[in-house]
């Protein structure tokens, strides 16, 4: 755990992540709240506007997922489209890197003359932890240089320590929704196909397991899911789409 967090500002900016942890209904709205959050918290530190751009990397491919405005988006996509560059490459090294002049410093000469293009002069890449399979990393964009001092590098290392573990949090919130939302279709399907069993013994006057076995031939002849073959045979008796319902 970073000093940061023990610090005032650390235990405002975790409550604030919660808080958006809360508030948001899905990982990619939590997302664009945590760009907005991380350029509010360095720019009011720095005392100059600084943006911020969130890159994700999967498979080793990677990608904007979110902005703390249109300009952090578009800066932040000039690097993935270059396949190199601070936030990449702290992406690679798992750790900060910092291009504190884009006329001085020689290494993306490319990607340094189109940031300078858009009026972008440093930028600040800080990896997050999330999981074995992903990563992600805050970019930050300031349009001008000496902006990215020890202090602010050092207090944006403390909120990436902060905002991973939120995002960790939000992806495992997320993921459990998924499965629940699986979950529950799954048993509205089960549903359907027993009350479709029914339908069929009562109709050809057989066993449930003569009545499943008529259901999943009409699956096979038809190259049709059973779940819908069932719905069909629902939908043939009574007239209407049946919709079968849990509460969670």
């Given at each position: 755990?970073?000093?940061?967090?023990?610090?005032?500002?650390?235990?405002?900016?975790?409550?604030?992540?919660?808080?958006?942890?809360?508030?948001?209904?899905?990982?990619?709205?939590?997302?664009?709240?945590?760009?907005?959050?991380?350029?509010?918290?360095?720019?009011?530190?720095?005392?100059?506007?600084?943006?911020?751009?969130?890159?994700?990397?999967?498979?080793?491919?990677?990608?904007?997922?979110?902005?703390?405005?249109?300009?952090?988006?578009?800066?932040?996509?000039?690097?993935?489209?270059?396949?190199?560059?601070?936030?990449?490459?702290?992406?690679?090294?798992?750790?900060?890197?910092?291009?504190?002049?884009?006329?001085t410093d020689p290494r993306w000469p490319e990607y340094q003359e189109q940031l300078a293009a858009h009026g972008c002069r440093s930028t600040l890449g800080v990896p997050l932890e999330i999981g074995d399979d992903s990563a992600a990393a805050l970019n930050f964009f300031a349009s001008t240089t000496g902006i990215f001092t020890a202090d602010i590098v050092a207090e944006a290392a403390g909120f990436a320590d902060l905002a991973g573990r939120a995002l960790r949090l939000a992806v495992r919130i997320g993921t459990a929704q998924t499965r629940a939302e699986d979950l529950q279709a799954a048993m509205e399907h089960r549903t359907s196909i027993d009350l479709a069993c029914g339908v069929v013994m009562a109709q050809n006057r057989c066993s449930q397991e003569e009545a499943v076995a008529i259901l999943t031939q009409v699956s096979s002849n038809r190259n049709q899911k059973l779940r819908d073959v069932a719905a069909d045979v629902l939908k043939n008796v009574t007239g209407e789409e049946i919709h079968t319902h849990f509460d969670g």
């Open positions: 755990m970073s000093k940061y967090s023990g610090t005032d500002a650390g235990k405002d900016a975790a409550l604030q992540l919660q808080e958006l942890i809360a508030g948001t209904e899905n990982v990619e709205d939590f997302l664009d709240r945590l760009a907005e959050f991380a350029a509010s918290v360095l720019t009011h530190s720095a005392g100059v506007e600084i943006e911020c751009g969130v890159t994700l990397q999967r498979r080793k491919k990677t990608m904007t997922v979110a902005g703390s405005s249109q300009t952090a988006v578009v800066l932040d996509r000039i690097e993935q489209s270059l396949g190199d560059g601070p936030c990449i490459e702290a992406l690679r090294t798992k750790g900060i890197v910092l291009l504190a002049d884009v006329d």
